[in-house]
């Protein structure tokens, strides 16, 4: 993989360095947990609650709708 850690910050923000294919990668296995994984055992296996991996899906999905094609 070529994308890194690239810095924190003080907010408790990370910074990624990502591919575009890491991109989709990433975005794509965040839709495949949601569709995947039963409501009721979400938080148990994945650490989140659906919702917010929802709103991560949706930013993901708008900043891969706004890069420039390959």
């Given at each position: 993989?070529?994308?890194?850690l690239a810095q924190?910050?003080?907010?408790?923000?990370?910074?990624?360095?990502?591919?575009?294919?890491?991109?989709?990668?990433?975005?794509?296995?965040?839709?495949?947990?949601?569709?995947?994984?039963?409501?009721?055992?979400?938080?148990?296996?994945?650490?989140?609650?659906?919702?917010?991996?929802?709103?991560?899906?949706?930013?993901?999905g708008d900043l891969?709708?706004?890069?420039?094609?390959?």
């Open positions: 993989m070529h994308g890194e924190h910050d003080r907010s408790g923000q990370i910074v990624l360095h990502l591919t575009h294919a890491e991109l989709l990668l990433l975005a794509g296995s965040v839709n495949e947990a949601i569709e995947a994984v039963e409501d009721w055992e979400f938080s148990t296996r994945l650490g989140v609650d659906k919702a917010n991996a929802r709103a991560l899906r949706t930013e993901l891969i709708a706004r890069l420039p094609p390959e």
